[in-house]
């Protein structure tokens, strides 16, 4: 009997040491599966939303000069680089049609006041009246047209950026400029300038006319130029989402020339915003789909996303889960599973 209880304690106290020595260990078994991670605490934030175009400055106004008819160029008063003003003779072209054709409607002239006169007295029929009117009256136009087609005027203040003739040469009405058009001279309005960039269809309701905006460019490293919305298209491209802007940009300096680079920032007020820095952000492989994982109870948990704004290097995250408060993995999140255990090492 003796020997029966001496067992049964010696079997007890295998039990109590095989135990205890479990209980040591377990903590160190959990440190093991544990992965180390960073959090941050998301909160709703007020930002600023500012959009940024890439464009091409254009010249605010372009006109390519030359007659409606083919003929003799007389003489090209201006070179490429020239100033002009609204209305000075930039070219002369042949004027002995415009001569003959003036002599013609002189003539004409006399006539028609000879027929007012008859037909104050019943001398001539309404019939002959008329045609000697209808002769006179495309006489006249025809004329009208030979001026302004004769003397070539410039119509705005600008800058001669193209000569495709030399005095004397016929003036053929060909297309013959890079932009498939005839002309004798390119005249541009650079003392301001344009850009015109495609904006999401979101920003419709915000965007304004008057609205300010910034041009940068890589030739002038650090120097912003001031712009302002100055048109905005009706209609919504159906293929793209976007509508067109038109932004006018003063250049009474000239720093700034039509064919360079540019970036347009385009301040569309503020919005209130969960962000996260985009390194958080990940995308599912082979997909468009992104996600992120939060922190809660010492687990991380794999959520979904939508992306909203991207405000340099934060991104807006939406989703059900996502909460002010909520608890988001900044670090180590490229190891995890779904429901593994973490531990925050902030």
Do not use: W
Not at 27 to 33: A, I, L, M, R, T
Not at 80 to 104: C, F, H, I, T
Not at 166 to 194: M, V
Request: glycine share 6%; proline share 4%; net charge neutral.
């Amino acid at each position: 009997m003796r020997k029966i209880i001496l067992t049964m304690a010696a079997a007890l106290l295998l039990i109590s040491c095989g135990t205890e020595k479990n209980n040591k260990v377990a903590p160190e078994q959990d440190q093991v599966q544990r992965k180390t991670v960073k959090t941050a605490t998301l909160q709703t934030d007020t930002i600023t939303i500012n959009e940024q175009y890439t464009a091409t400055i254009n010249a605010f106004d372009k006109v390519f000069l030359g007659p409606n008819m083919p003929g003799r160029i007389k003489e090209i008063k201006v070179e490429v680089n020239d100033k002009v003003r609204k209305g000075q003779q930039v070219v002369q072209m042949d004027a002995s049609q415009l001569v003959q054709l003036e002599v013609q409607f002189s003539n004409l002239q006399k006539e028609m006041n000879r027929m007012d006169t008859l037909i104050s007295y019943g001398s001539i029929s309404q019939q002959i009246y008329d045609q000697t009117e209808a002769q006179y009256k495309a006489t006249k136009a025809s004329l009208e047209n030979l001026r302004e087609n004769t003397s070539l005027d410039s119509p705005f203040n600008g800058i001669v950026t193209g000569r495709y003739y030399e005095n004397s040469e016929i003036y053929s009405g060909s297309p013959n400029t890079g932009d498939g058009k005839a002309a004798i001279l390119t005249i541009e309005q650079i003392e301001k300038l344009k850009v015109v960039i495609n904006m999401s269809e979101r920003f419709f309701p915000v965007v304004k006319n008057g609205q300010k905006t910034k041009l940068t460019t890589d030739i002038y490293p650090g120097v912003e130029f001031e712009g302002t919305v100055s048109l905005i298209y009706p209609t919504i491209d159906p293929q793209t989402r976007t509508f067109i802007v038109e932004i006018t940009i003063p250049n009474p300096n000239l720093k700034l020339r039509p064919g360079m680079f540019a970036r347009v920032n385009v301040n569309l007020g503020e919005k209130e915003a969960i962000v996260a820095p985009a390194s958080a952000v990940m995308m599912l492989e082979g997909t468009s789909n992104r996600y992120v994982f939060i922190e809660e109870n010492g687990k991380a948990e794999h959520v979904s996303v939508l992306l909203g704004e991207r405000f340099d290097d934060l991104l807006e995250i939406v989703s059900d889960k996502i909460k002010p408060g909520t608890k988001l993995i900044t670090s180590g999140q490229a190891k995890l599973d779904n429901g593994d255990l973490v531990q925050v090492v902030n």
